[in-house]
Each structure stands twice: as structure tokens, then as C-alpha cells.
């Protein structure tokens, strides 16, 4: 548990900035609502703009293997503003959590190439599992023949539906290890989603051929890290979107007025509203802490996950619950973005563990076991 | 009236409506015919005068007339598909209608041919309902009435409506207000769908552009709107505080019977949540099983508004605990596309439909935070919020 | 599930008026407070006149042997009077559990001459276990010898202090039997107690003469139903000082001001009172329907007892919290009597099981199973 | 400052110290001499200006001075029993002060010869504190003063009190005020001990009867003593935001380590419960942690408040929940005799005190509902209450 730095850098301001300001050039509420009617033409240009131009795709990737060298800090900067305007790109599941796991590859082998078009924008990868999943939680693995051909099945994967190569995690007899497969090989049927920002598909191999990117046992170690960091990041887009969800009620509040006053100037609603910062504030800490602890590689970096998931997971819910309750009428609308919001948050907090889970987690991670079952 | 009376009463109706029965043969009468009939012979609503389809008696006999033209397999109103009429217009036009118009209008509205919705709140005019800034112009004969109506439920298969509309911008807000019976096929009138987070449009905004209304479907005088309004959302407290299930009702049991099914759903850390969600949604009912118990004992009980904001917190944290348990399968929803219900199943459809349509309890029929206002004021008798609109011309408000 | 009749009769309300005018004349808030500084005068003269004068002791038992013969539904209201009061009497301990456990003795038996000297309200009884025993919990038993003589010790015992009778478990071959042994024949330690308006004490027993009441192993079904009753009934008192805390707090709220304006006019007190308003009523229903189902020996009953001990346990404890803290500075202090009620609401939360226990119990009683333990 | 000024500096005072050691040495001086002559030498406290015990440098080398002096084994000015004087009373004196005032109250209020207290809070002004109506009339060159204030910690082992009064009730209540420094050995004060629901009285009335203040212990002008106040709680406010302990502190510690260390109290359902908090608490200190980091780059941030609602909330839930998981133990107290701590514990004594002593936390400096207001207002910049106090006498304000 050392004192890890909290606070933003320059470089990481600029980035906020140049990211900030692209997603608000490229994207705006009622395209993204447009997701929810099955047009999904914002999400292609959208991507390119930020794993292309901003070349924000390799981020994670060391220099030395094509990428840029940064740390999951930075990321984590760029999925808050990722998640305050709910953009709908695969940022997270190919930059964070399939680039992670292919960085457990050996340099100079099969993953080096897929690698390197990752960290130039010009691939998008997804890891084969139900977004559900968590760190620690077991990872079913598909079948392979002594062809290398691959055969099963997953639920709910993200980021499947933009990627072009798929991650898949393989049971051997040694242990779980990742095979790439063309996204084009595979049957991959959309799901309409709680989140169609983030629209989940269904992944289904029947005898296809893949390629095996790191072997058994260290696959599984790969899928592991890649969930921890996931787990870790993600907590930054709830954050993004709690914060959003605040200041965009707040800012409603200030205008809206009933019975001749400014319904933010009602004392119950203050009040909520003041709970509510101090709650995204807290969240912020404990996201921000979350992500340096693994940047650093930090001693107490599962801790800070479990953490921050838990607090995290629940503050944006109910940012995003309170944003549809005090905008009243107009936060039930399909016009009104904060629907976008909501679904999002509640998708997230399924995403890579439930809070419940991440406390059981917890639980043995700090030593407070769970009580003995009665009887 | 003492207990025998009570009973004789009882006997004497059911007599009555087993004369009507014999009387009205519904397997070959014209349905419309039969329900007219029933209007006519006073058993539509006994609680309503003679006249206008009832008898004058207690509204707690509706009940056992009801069950006895159902076990006749008589034709009934279809009460479901013309809520606002029935539970809303109708008392409200009894009390505040000229001999005229409840001729006119009370018999259509019961027997279904004509379904009603209401024309109260406006984008600028919620929870504030009298700050509605619709206009309505007296010009010779009728009124012209312009303005945009929200959340408008069935507007898209009403024939009428009730509507509130500014006739008087002079004055303080309350008392600019009158009240009219609109017919939604006039000209102007623009009905366009409100599409929900949930996807579809149960609502509707409704668009009146110079549209004309005779001053004989003006309800009560011109600027006492506010008062009669008032009548017809009190009618409406009533219909909402009434409804209760048995044990395990609502988004609790939905809950209860997904742990039940699926042990692989049971998440660690979750049961005591579940118990607390249970053991409150088992109060709530014992406690509106005392409301009806007091009512009934004509001790009516200030706890149906404490109830609606309960239930309203049920609904919501069950229905978004039940999405956690689902895991993989609650990132998956049912159906985004745009429709219009037939009608609203809150514990139906899928899991995510349920949390998302959970969040307009809090909000349709008063918002919890207007019914906390309304228990600390009412109840329990603390002061008012300071109003700075008093007394002040509508015209000159700050909007 | 059948529908209970939940209203009070005239019946009650007349017993309920007979019990406050009485506990308002002869005991105030000054003289429950001494109690903490070890004056307990107040004590015998309030229960003899509520027991005696009021011919309250009796009224569980039935006319035919010697009590008044009224249902736990009249014994509710007297206990929702007792808890306004936070009056410190052992009516719970002595006219609740104890004679509920005497009740199930055969008549015409030893304890035929008890229960008539409870009922005349002569007599003074309690139950040898931690007032924390919940209904279902073990119940250690006390040793006996071949002479009858009693041996064991128990530990924050209620009423103990009040009884000159104790009744004993008593662990044998054949299951719990339960004894009578004369308080003055007992180790009767006082504690320092929590809750001092109804102080516990540590009981011991070294080799004391016992007479058997009831044998085994029909005495533990006498005492387990004894702790049944007594959680559904205790429910009714927890009702009793929510209800006193909520009226206390409205009527201080409508006086006090600050920056001009009555504080029970700011926005946010209003909603947290009608918040709060809303919990006690619905706890004054469940409670209600422990009362009426525990009275009809309802199916019900001990699902509706685990119901309300959930939610009433922790109404009471919330009401007293939220008196002390919307009372400012004069809350927290000694002079004031909400302390009196923080600490009864307290203590009652735990007493005859915490509501976490009674969730558990629920769990089992409406098959909600918990999750099976994981790995 | 650059950071390599400000690390020359620093040497230059370590060296400071260094020289005062060797001319002063504590092991045979008089302890009161050693820390009048550190006073003297400006190493009291850096940041005050030279002559009043300082160097005019940053605050932030305090610790480094304080840690040198305890190293050497130095006696310190025991500023755990002088908090109100050092915290509150001394940056007040020092802004407000007459050249004359500092002279003659900073030095005995830093070496503890001279204990302050603080004469603000009156029963009828609690969170309204300019609503005092201690009142301080002009006689001569004295204020005579008399009135009654309550939560005073420390009142009985004070020799000073800084104290605010009411001079001139004939304006609004802000303006009226004045602020003094008042001896509490002088005639007419009376301190008594205020019981708390622990048992024990930390916190004192005193009654002003007549109580004489020469005019030359006003501080700042007459009619300011609502400016200087809010300076001094200003101070306050900085003293609580302060304050942060490691992983574990706190309530949520003293819970942990009872569930780890008796398995038999771990309550079934209460586990998840037990987890949230440690939660909570984990992410109050990251969020402390992140304060004092920005405080340090110089860029304050508002979390202050909010930590202070969090600390009380989970205090006050852990400290609730330890005495459900203690079962029959939590049911016994430690001990209700009324006694004077010599200091606080908020997680020392037994369950029982803890529990109760918790409540305070959302009570003192500042309500848990006063600091809502005041995030709501200063920091999301929603509007102020509605104000029916202003510009009226204080005189004519309801009471």
C-alpha cells in the first residue's frame, strides 16, 4: 500500500482534452440513440478517429512492439471520457482487455504481428468471454482438435461485433491457452442488448481453424491479468459516466423551475444532489487509485480493483438513476440521453463482476471470511 | 346505515340485477344495447344518482353487482381499456357537470363508446400542474386553445379528453385556470407518440393548434380549473392507493421465484438483500391490508401516499437486483423497437424492460418527491415550502 | 395467510388509555434516567401498579387459572404503551416469556400455583436465558443432579433483577426440562447494561435446589414457543419508541428555529420524516400482524414474527437515530430522554435475535435458501 | 517557490534548529523557559511572522521543525491540550489582532501556559450561529456580557475563551455581532459540566452573569464579530479535513478485527454488509489520500465537506453494526458514571461508547445537514435557502 500519485498529469490533461474534443466532433446523443434502432454506422468512423488518428489504440503496447508506451493512468483518463459520452467503440475491449491479454505473448511469436495492428489502429481484437465475467471467476475454454480447429460456444461477449480477430480461450489437458481466429470464421449473432453501446453477441465456433498465440498453461495466467485489468479500467468509465450523469442534472436542476422556484434550489433535492458529488467524487479517488496501483504494478493492485468495482459499479447506477428521477418526466424519455446513461451503468455493473462479487472477493483478498454456514 | 339496512340493501340490489338479467338476455342482445340498458336501470355505478347510471347507494356495492353480471357471463365495460374516463372523468363530471352535459357525456363514457384521456401536463407544468401555460381564447361561442400536452396516456384511442387550459393570465396562476371536455377528433388536435427508455410509447404528446371547444363543454366556472382538477387528481390518489397484491406480488416475486428456479443465479452477498427486499414487500402488504381495513371501517388512513413511494422503491431495487443475478443473460434485453402496448405489464416482458419501466413509479401519478412533500405537510403537519409565485399575475412569473 | 384482523378494538383503546395515563403519573423521563446512575426506585411502585393495580400480569393467562384471559393481541397494545414510555418494568420478561413458558404446563402440576401468583400480579418470573435468545437458537441448558440441584450460569439474563421466581432450562437425557428456582437462592449479578431501563444481569446457579415445572423434553417446547411469542410481541414495543422518537421529533422540529425558519419546514427534514413517517406506520402494521397471528395461532406466524422482527427492530433503532440527530446538540445530551430510547432500540435489536437472524430463520421459513457456499 | 528554494530553505531551517538545540538545552532548562525561548526564536510555528513566534515561511515545514525537536527529545507545547488555541483562537488573533493583542496572547497560548475555549454555540443558536443572543453592553472602558453557551470542550481547564456577543441588537443578526477575548477566571463566569448520553461530559455550559471584558480584548471592530467568527471557523474546518488514517482506521477497523478475531460473531447476512463498509472506508482514504495531494500541488479541493459526512456515516454504521454482531456482549456497557475524559477515543472504551458517541460525529462541527447545504451551495452552485432573516433587527426575528 504505498502513496501512489492521484492527481492527473499534463500529458494526461492534453490527452482528456484531444479525446474530449474529438468524441463530441464525431458523436452526439441522438446518433448514438440510433444504436438502439440497429444504425450502427457512427461506431466504424468513430473508432478509426480514436485508434487511428488519435492512435489511441496502442496505448497499453510498448514501444518497442509498435505501441505507444503509456500506462494503464493514461487509459484510464481516456475510458472517463469515453464513458461521460457513452461512445459506442470497442476501446475497451480490444485496447484494454484483448491487447492485455495478447502482451503475455512472448515477444518475436505468432501474436507479434496481430500486436503491432492493434497498436496501429488497423486491427481490432475481442477476447472470447461473456463481458460478465470477473477476475478470478472460471473461464470455460473451447474445444480444439489436433488440427488446431476450434469448437464452442460463448454468451454476451463484447466488443466481438467490431473486432476482426478473435481471442479464444482454449481448455487443453495443460491448462487454458489463446488461440486468434478470424472474426469472419466464426458465427457471431448479434444480441440486442441492455447496452447497444456496448451490444454484446454471441460467439459460436464450429471445427474452425485458429491459431494458437500462447500456449497452456501461461494462456489462462493471460486471460486472468487481462480480466484484473479490465476489472481495474472499466472503474474509470463508470466514473466518466457518474460524472456525467451529475453535472448534467445539476446543470438541468439550475434551469428547471416548479412553483416559481428553481428545483435545485429545494433543500431535499440539495441534499441528494451533495450526496451524490460526494459519492462520484469518492468514486473518482477510487478509480484514479485503482488504476495507478496497476500501472505501477503496485502490491495492493487486486485490493484496489475489488475496491473500486464494488464502490464504483453502484455510484454509477445510481448517478444515473437519480439523473432519470430528478430530470422527472423528461429522463424517461427516449430523447432525453439519460436512458444511454442508465443502461450503460447497468451494464457495467455486470461487467467484469458484479459489486457483490467483487466483495467476496475481497473478502479473502483482506482476510474477512465469510461467516461458516449454519447448521 | 346499520348492518341490517346494509344487508337488506345488498338483498334488495342483487334481486334487482337478477331482474335485469331475466329482463336483458346478453346472448342475443346487441352488446352496446345491453350496457346501455344496464346504464339506464342505475346499475352501472350505484354509487352515481339515479339518472345517470346508478342509484344513489354505497360505492362498496359495485363490487357484488359487478360479480353477478360477471357470473351471468353478461358483456361487461371493458374498465381496463378506459381507465381515466371511468376512475377519473366521470366523478369529476358528476361533481362539477351541468345536467347537460352529464346527460350527454356520462353514459358514452361508461358504456365505452367513448375513451378519455387527460390533457394536464405540459413540459413546463409537472409536478407545478397549475403553472400549465396552454391557452384557451374565448372567441363568441368557444374557446380556441392552443399549447402542447405530455405524458398523455391513450390519447391515441381517446374520442375525449379532459383538459386544463390557461384562460386568464392575468392573475396568480391558480386562478387563471378552466377546465374543459375536449373532443380529441377536432380539428388541431395532433397526437404524436412519446417514445420511453423502455423503447415503446405508452404515452403520447398532444400538439393543440387553434383548437375549438363550445363553451357548453367548459366543466365549472371559467378560472375555478384549479379546483376541479384538484377533484379529478384526487379521484386519481384514490384509484392509485388502492390496488395491493397477496404475498410475493410485484417485482418481489418475480425476484423470488428467479432465486427459487435458478440456485446458479444465487449470488454470494445477495440473499440478505433479497430477505430485506422480501420482508419489506411482505409490510407493504399488511400494511395496505390495514388501509383497506380502516377505509372500510371509514377510518380512512393517511398511508396511501407513504405507500406509493414503498412500492415505488420496491419495484426499483428489486427489478435492479434481479439484473445483477442474471449475470450474463441480464446484458441481454428483450426489444428496443418502437411500439405502442396494448397495455403496461409492469412485472411482465423481460428483466430489463421491468428495471427500466420501474423508474417511471417514482415519477408518473406524483413523484415520490412531491408525495413526501405531500405526507410532511398533510400528516404530518410541518410547514409549507416558502412560495415566491404567490400573488403574483401568471403573466409575470419567472419561467 | 388469512386476513387478520388488524384494527384495535374499543377494548384496546381503553386498555391502551388505563396504561399511558397510568406510566405518565408515576414514571418521567428524570426518574428512567436515575436508573443509569443505579437509583432504581422507580421500579416496584410502576410495576406493581401495572401489574397489580392494572391486573396487567395476567393477562396472557387464561381465566381458569386465575388471569384475565386476553390474547397476545391486548398484550401488544399494552407493550406499544410500555415502549412510549420506555417504561422500566418486567412486564416482557415476566408477563410475556416466563408465563408463556409456565402455559404450557400441565394443569393441575407444579406450576399451577406460579402462574395464579403472576396472575395476581403477586408474584415476579423470568426466563434464565441471554435476552439475545432468539426463537430457534440452542438453548444451553443448566446441569442437574439426581437431587434436583441446579448448576450452570447464563449471561445478560432480563427481568432476572425484577423476579423473585427463576425459570430454568434445564439440559437432560431426554431433552430440556425447565425448573423453578427462588431468586433469592440464585447468583443474581447486575451488569452494566446497554439498555438500563431494562438491565440484565448474569444468573448462577451452584448446586441450588430446583423444583421441575415442566419435563423434558416438553420444556423446550415451552421455552421455544416462549421465544417465539415473545419476538412477535416484542415488535409491538419496538413500534411503541419509533413512534414516540417520530412524534417527539415533529413536535421539537415545529418549534425549533434556525436562520429564521421553523427547521421543520426545510425541505430536506420534511422528506426525512415522511421517509421515516412511512417506516414506523408500516412498522405498526407488521407488528400488528404479529400480534393478530400469534393471538389466532395462525399458519402465519412465525413467518409474520420473523417479518416484523426484521423490519420493526430496525424502524426502532433508525427512529431513535434520526430523534438524536434532528434534535441537534440537545439530542445528544444526558437531560434530554431520547438517549433513553436509542439505547431500548438498541438493545432490542438484538434482544430475541438481531434481524439479520430473523432473516436467516425467514430464509428457511418461506424457502428462499441461501447460496451454496462457494468453492 | 521552486521546489529547490524550497528545499534550501528547509536546510537553512534544519540548521535553525540545529544551533537553537545547542545553545538550549532542554535537559537542564526549565520547560517553560525552553519553549518561551523557542517562541522567541520564531520555531513555534514557521508560518506566523517573525516577533510572534515564526519565520514568515510556509506552513508545510512545521512537521519537519517538530520532528527535529522531538528527535532531540525536546518537551513540545503538549498541543493536544491546547487544540482550540492553537487551531481556532491563535490564526484569529493573529489576523484580527492589534500589534498589542498578539504580543500579549500568542506567546502563553503556544508554550499551553494559557488553555483556550470557545464561547460560541448557545442553545438557540446552534447551526445558526449568528443567531446568538449572549448579549455584550458598552460600561465605561468594559463590555459587561451576559448570557448562556453551551458545548464548550475544555471550558473547565481554560484560562481564555475567544467569545462571540451580540452589541447591537437594533440591526440584522450579522451585523450586531462583536468578538472578544474573554478570561474565564473573571467574575460572573461559571462553567458546568454538560452530560452526554455516553455518561460522561466532555463538553461544558457556561453561564456569563455580569462577566467584565476590558474594550482592549474586542477583537477586530465592533459589529465585525460575524467576519472574525467565520474566519475562526474557517480554521475549524481545516483542523477536521485534516485528519486521515491509514487502511483499516477508524470504526471499520476495530469491526474488522472483531470478525477476524471471533469467528463466532460473524452473523449470517451480515457479511456483505461488513464488506460495503470496509469499502467505504477504503475509499475514504484513497479519497483523504487524494485531498492532501492536490492540497499539496496547491490545488484545494472541496472534498472536504463531503469527507466529513462520509467519516461520520461510517462510523456511526460500523460502530451500530459491531454491537448487533457482539449479540449478548452488546448488550452490556462499559460504565454510565458521570466523569470528565481527559481525552476522546472515538474507538476506545467499549461497544457501547463507541456506538453512542458515534452520533456526534454528524453533529459536531457542523451537521451532517449544514454540510449538505454547504456542498450544495458552495461547490455545485445550487441556491441558498430561502431567506426570511434578512434585513430585519435582530430584535424583531421570531425566536
Redesign the interface.
Known sequence: ?S?????YTDVEDDLRSSVRDLVAARSEPATVAAL??GDRSVVDPLWRAIAGDLGLAGLLIPEERGGAGASAREVAVVLEELGRSVAPVPFFTSSVVATTVLLAAEQGGAADELLAGLAAGERTAALVL???TGPGDEVPGFAVDADGRLTGSA??VAGALEADVLLVPVGTAAGTAVYSVPAADAQVEP??????TRQ?ADVTLEGTAGQELIGAPQGGDAVARALEVGAALLTSEQYGVAQWCLTTT?AY??DR??????V????????R???L??AV???G??A??AAAATAEGDADAE??TA??Q??CSDVA?KAA?EA??LH????????HP??LY??RA??D???LG????H??R??EL?????????G | MTTTDARTVGEDLRQRVADFLAEHDHTTMDRLEFLRARFDAGLAWVNFPEGHGGLGLPRALQGQVDAQFAAAGAPDNNPRGNGIGLGMAAPTILAFGTEEQKKKFLRPLWTGERVWCQLFSEPGAGSDLAAVSTRAVREGGDWVVNGQKVWTSSAHKAQMAILVARTNPEVPKHAGLSYFLCNMDAPGVDVRPLRQITGEAEFNEVFLTDVHIPDSQRLGDEGQGWKVATATLNNERVAIGGGAGGRESGMVGVLAKSWREHPERRGVGQHDKLLRLWVDNEVARMTGQRLRQKLAAGEPGPEGSAMKLTFARIAQEASGMELELLGEDGLRAGDWTMKRPQHVDFTGRDAVYRYLRAKGNSIEGGTSEILRNVIAERVLGLPSEPRVDTGIAWKDLPR
Open positions: 500500500m502513496d501512489l500519485d492521484l492527481l438502439y434502432d461473456p463481458l460478465s454468451r454476451s444480441v440486442v442488448s441492455l447496452d447497444m454484446v445539476i436542476l439550475k423551475r416548479q412553483f416559481g422556484r428553481v435545485g434550489g429545494y433543500q431535499a433535492i440539495k441534499h444532489l451533495a450526496d458529488y460526494a467524487e469518492s468514486a479517488a477510487a484514479r487509485y485490493v484496489s475496491v473500486a464494488s464502490f447506477v438513476e432519470v428521477q422527472g418526466g423528461i429522463g424517461m424519455t427516449w430523447e439519460a436512458h442508465l443502461k447497468k451494464a455493473q455486470i461487467a458484479t459489486p457483490a462479487a466483495r467476496a475481497l473478502a483482506v482476510d474477512l471470511p465469510a461467516p461458516a454456514p449454519v
